[in-house]
């Protein structure tokens, strides 16, 4: 009998590594279900957060310190708030008797505000409006409307169909590319490309210069995914000969919030760029149906009947 195996028949001992920011019925229904160990901070490093999952039977947390150190965890089942898990190799979960389960379409509603908020703010130009005092001769320049443009979005999963349905509402022609379309005349006549794609071998390094350079002249592009699957210098190089006339970027591979980051600075650095810190998902919807999910799926393996396995 496994470790896992014998989980199931004791009291269990459940170890959250980080500040989850659980409401209080959660964590009355997640102590109802083993010996649960909170941490209300972030670990100060992969080997530190190592150390306090190292015992646990049930780790339920965020991607810090799990990205680095899953493959040194055995016998162990993982319950994730969050829907990208495309850092995991198949291979060593299953020889390291690794179970996980993520929280599929938990972040939708703020992703796609996120992602319907920057189309708004690269073709209406929002940013440079917002109280601004120097417009010369009272004659601001004329901006682009949102209707009839041709959005193209990239993956048509939970949020890259919510988004579309926004778009639609807005009157914009939307068109989604999806796996084993031919990627570059999906996007040859659009307006606006937005990146929803999960990350997985198909995906990994797919936006390359060839896709960027390919684009329509003065088109946009947006972005909530990890650098796996674009390739940020031919971002770049396509805004500075002016093939991109502008892109909106969450870095999705940065610490959530860590605005020292070096990727982070450099996106900072392009004028052409909005970019944020790893925060298109912050909201309180997306932490109260995260945290759901995440206990569900707890839940669910302590059952026998797990779901959203990865």
């Not at 996980?100 to 509603?109: E, H, T």
């Not at 320049?141 to 443009?149: A, F, G, N, T, Y």
């Not at 990627?183 to 071998?201: H, Q, R």
Request: net charge neutral; glycine share 6%.
């Amino acid at each position: 009998m496994t470790k896992l195996e014998k989980v199931k028949k004791i009291i269990p001992k459940i170890v959250i590594p980080l500040d989850l920011e659980l409401f209080p019925d959660q964590i009355a229904r997640i102590k109802k279900l083993g010996d649960v160990k909170f941490y209300n901070d972030w670990a100060k490093s992969p080997d530190d957060w190592f150390d306090r999952v190292k015992d646990a039977d049930i780790i339920c947390g965020g991607k810090f310190g799990l990205k680095e150190r899953y493959q040194d965890l055995e016998d162990v089942f993982i319950s994730l708030p969050f829907v990208g898990t495309g850092f995991f190799d198949k291979d060593i979960l299953r020889k390291r008797n690794i179970v996980v389960s993520r929280s599929p379409g938990c972040n939708k509603v703020a992703v796609s505000e996120w992602i319907v908020g920057m189309i708004f703010n690269l073709l209406r130009r929002l940013p440079f409006y917002i109280n601004n005092s120097t417009l010369e001769n009272h004659l601001p320049p004329v901006e682009e409307s949102l209707k009839d443009k041709h959005v193209v979005i990239l993956g048509q999963g939970d949020v890259g169909s919510r988004v579309g349905n926004i778009c639609k509402a807005l009157e914009m022609e939307v068109s989604y590319f999806k796996r084993n379309d031919n990627l570059l005349n999906s996007v040859k006549n659009a307006d606006v490309i937005v990146d929803a794609l999960s990350s997985n071998p198909s995906t990994k390094g797919l936006l390359n210069e060839k896709f960027f350079l390919s684009l329509k002249k003065g088109s946009y592009f947006i972005t909530v995914t990890g650098t796996e699957i674009y390739d940020t210098e031919a971002i770049i190089k396509a805004l500075d000969k002016e093939i991109l006339a502008g892109a909106a970027m969450d870095a999705g591979s940065i610490k959530v919030g860590d605005t020292a980051d070096p990727y982070y600075q450099t996106l900072l650095k392009h004028p052409k760029i909005l970019a944020t810190p790893h925060i298109a998902y912050n909201t309180w919807n997306t932490k109260r149906v995260a945290n759901d999910m995440m206990i569900d799926n707890v839940e669910a393996w302590l059952n026998k009947k797990p779901i959203n396995l990865v």
